[in-house]
């Protein structure tokens, strides 16, 4: 045997591996960097739907007490007499229909001016540079940290001299000053994301800086719009404390502040309590429905600028 041929037959050895060796290379398929081992993926889906279970249990246990009996609306079973009493109580026997078109007069007063005042407030701070502009949205930005407690006294001696108490006005400008400063800082962020050329392509067609927001710029904002819009409706449809402490009588008062009726210090009707509940969670759920495709492209802008 030749040298030639000694060397290539223990090349030929050394290069092949042994059968259990290729085998287990084989089965180990090695993982990706950001690959979950099964273990850890069962565990994060087992977590979720723990949390999944927590957020639709309260709104779900709402709905089935609402058709039960007065009596048992504290009982941990689930319908055993269904009932539709407690609506019919509701919209029969109470002012809740008055309440419902108080709160539909006022909230939509409240979403239609505060999404035009944010617009055009945060397209302003946007677009032009103007003496006090920095002062004016720190200025929005503090009016945010006080606590709603604290603001009911002077808001309410403001509100008496002006003659606005018990008053849909009174009740709209308050909620203007909890909704704007916020939803005007979100407007300027998603403005900052709109080129200025279409704003200068307005202005060689002739346009006036309000015709060239209102014509060119307003239409290209719909997500901002539409988390503004959502935002202010929240703010308006959900509020306890000022609709409690500015409007007085059962006539004049809003849903959040007439469902304190039924459950209060001298009655006990969660039956009632909860059917309103749910009738009044329905138009909330209609106006997120209708938004909800905007919502994540609007809270998002503003992180990058186009």
């Not at 081992?37 to 069962?42: F, I, V, W």
Request: glycine share 6%.
């Amino acid at each position: 045997m030749t040298p030639t041929s000694t060397t290539r037959t223990r090349t030929t050895r050394t290069s092949t591996p042994p059968t259990g060796t290729a085998r287990t290379n084989a089965t180990r398929t090695p993982r990706k960097r950001h690959e979950r081992s099964r273990l850890a993926s069962a565990g994060l889906h087992t977590a979720l739907a723990l949390a999944a279970v927590v957020a639709v249990f309260p709104p779900l246990w709402l709905l089935v007490t609402s058709f039960k009996p007065r009596n048992d609306a504290f009982s941990t079973s689930i319908v055993t007499h269904f009932t539709v009493a407690n609506y019919t109580h509701v919209l029969a026997d109470t002012e809740f229909l008055t309440w419902f078109k108080n709160s539909v007069i006022i909230v939509g007063l409240t979403t239609v001016l505060g999404v035009f005042i944010a617009a055009t407030t945060g397209y302003a701070v946007s677009r032009f540079r103007f003496p006090g502009m920095r002062p004016l949205m720190w200025l929005l930005l503090i009016t945010q940290m006080f606590p709603v407690a604290v603001l009911i006294v002077p808001l309410y001696n403001l509100l008496a001299s002006l003659g606005l108490l018990n008053q849909p006005v009174g009740l709209v400008i308050t909620y203007l000053t909890i909704a704007v400063p916020f939803c005007a800082w979100m407007m300027k962020g998603y403005f900052d994301t709109i080129p200025v050329e279409i704003d200068e392509s307005g202005r060689v067609d002739g346009l006036n800086p309000f015709g060239t927001f209102w014509r060119l710029v307003l239409p290209l904002a719909r997500p901002g719009l539409a988390v503004t819009g959502f935002y202010t409706f929240v703010t308006a449809w959900a509020e306890v404390a000022y609709a409690s402490a500015f409007m007085t009588g059962e006539e004049n008062l809003t849903l959040a502040g007439g469902l304190q009726t039924f459950v209060n210090q001298y009655t006990n009707d969660w039956g009632s309590m909860t059917a309103a509940a749910v009738i009044i969670a329905v138009p909330a759920a209609l106006v997120f429905a209708f938004a909800q495709r905007h919502l994540v492209a609007g809270l998002t802008a503003g992180t990058t600028k186009g």
